[in-house]
């Protein structure tokens, strides 16, 4: 079965500084992944995915990630934070119909 | 308006209530997808939507009754809800079952009082 875990709840950085959200997955074959955003009282908006083409997918607002199928790990990465990168983020894999989330980690960036 | 927007954005309710949230997408997809988020937990799909035909209903009491009269709209009928049922509901829809990427409105905050 699919599914996803978010290894950190809650991530702090300053503004500028680089941002690490990490994301291991299991699988039992080749999965789509993807990592969504939600801003406070916003719905969820896809930074991402990945569909088994370039190992380093890069996303919407500078955010990358990089699948890495020997580590099962498909973590989210910005060289610099900005205030405005505060919120929820979501790590999911593809599963039958249905996507599947992880728990969530929260981003404060303070300045 | 674009995307996918969902009303009411608030909703209070009593338990004996009876109320319904639409959803519309205007995107040309085919598939809809209604969710439950409750804090501390991970988004629960509660049902997918084909051509307005339900093709997954995952376990949902049956005080959740969805409705899908056309490829762009979604309801979610509900009734006698439960205090715990007090969440964020969200809408998404995609091209098809065969396309993982979805499309979220911004919700529908609910609270059962």
């Known amino acids: 079965a699919q599914s996803v875990t978010q290894l950190d709840s809650h991530v702090s950085v300053s503004e500028g500084t680089p941002v690490l959200l990490r994301c291991n997955y299991s699988?039992?074959?080749?999965?789509?992944l993807f990592w969504y955003v939600q801003h406070p009282n916003k719905g969820l908006q896809l930074l991402l995915k990945?569909?088994?083409?370039?190992?380093l997918v890069k996303g919407i607002n500078g955010f990358e990630a990089e699948f890495k199928k020997s580590e099962t790990s498909f973590h989210l990465t910005k060289p610099s934070a900005h205030m405005s990168d505060a919120a929820e983020y979501f790590c999911?894999?593809?599963?039958?119909?249905?996507?599947?989330f992880g728990k969530g980690t929260t981003l404060s960036v303070s300045s | 308006e674009t995307g996918v927007t969902q009303t009411p954005r608030h909703l209070v309710m009593g338990m004996t209530n009876k109320k319904s949230l639409k959803c519309e997408q205007h995107l040309g997809h085919n598939a809809m997808y209604w969710y439950k988020q409750s804090a501390k937990k991970p988004l629960e799909l509660m049902f997918v939507y084909s051509l307005e035909e339900r093709v997954e209903n995952n376990s949902v009491p049956s005080r959740f009754s969805p409705e899908c009269p056309n490829s762009s709209h979604l309801f979610l009928h509900l009734h006698t809800l439960q205090p715990e049922d007090s969440a964020l509901y969200l809408c998404?829809?995609?091209?098809?079952?065969?396309?993982?990427?979805?499309?979220f409105g911004p919700g529908t905050r609910l609270t059962v009082t």
């Open positions: 999911v894999v593809g599963a039958g119909t249905a996507l599947i």
């Open positions: 699988s039992s074959y080749s999965p789509s």
């Open positions: 990945y569909t088994s083409a370039a190992t």
């Open positions: 998404a829809s995609s091209q098809d079952l065969n396309t993982y990427e979805q499309y």
